[in-house]
C-alpha cells in the first residue's frame, strides 16, 4: 500500500515561513522522482517544485529563489521549505512521486498566506 502523509500547512501572514513535510511509504522512494505542486482556486493544478532520484531541483519561476525543495532518504521524506511568502501562493500543496512506473499523490495541504 502506498502512502504519501504530508503536513506542514497552515496559516501565515506574507513574509513569513512554512515548511511542507511528505513522508511516503509503498515505494522504494530512493529511485523516484520527488514533487510538490499546489492548486489555487479556480486554476490548474501547477508543478512548484521537482527533486530527481538524483538529487537535481527545479522550480517554477514564480518561487525560484524563495522555496527550497529537499529530501531525505533515510527517513523517506520530501521537504519544500517555503520562505518570504506572498498571497499568491495560497493553495493546496500536494506531494507526488514518480518514476516511469508509477505515479502517486499525496491527500493535500492547505497553505494560505494571508496579506
Known amino acids: 500500500q502506498v502512502q504519501l502523509v504530508e503536513s506542514g500547512g497552515g496559516l501565515v501572514q506574507a513574509g513569513g515561513s512554512l515548511r511542507l513535510s511528505c513522508a511516503a511509504s509503498g515505494i522504494i522512494f530512493r529511485f523516484a522522482d520527488m514533487g510538490w505542486y499546489r492548486q489555487a482556486p479556480g486554476k490548474q493544478r501547477e508543478l512548484v517544485a521537482v527533486?530527481?532520484?538524483?538529487?537535481?531541483?527545479n522550480y517554477v519561476d514564480s518561487v525560484n529563489g524563495r522555496f527550497t525543495i529537499s529530501r531525505d532518504n533515510a527517513k523517506n521524506t520530501v521537504y519544500l521549505q517555503m520562505n518570504s511568502l506572498k498571497p499568491e501562493d495560497t493553495a493546496v500543496y500536494y506531494c507526488?512521486?514518480?518514476?516511469?512506473?508509477?505515479?502517486?499523490w499525496g491527500q493535500g495541504t492547505q497553505v494560505t498566506v494571508s496579506s
Open positions: 527533486i530527481t532520484s538524483g538529487g537535481k531541483a
Open positions: 507526488n512521486a514518480g518514476s516511469w512506473r508509477y505515479n502517486y
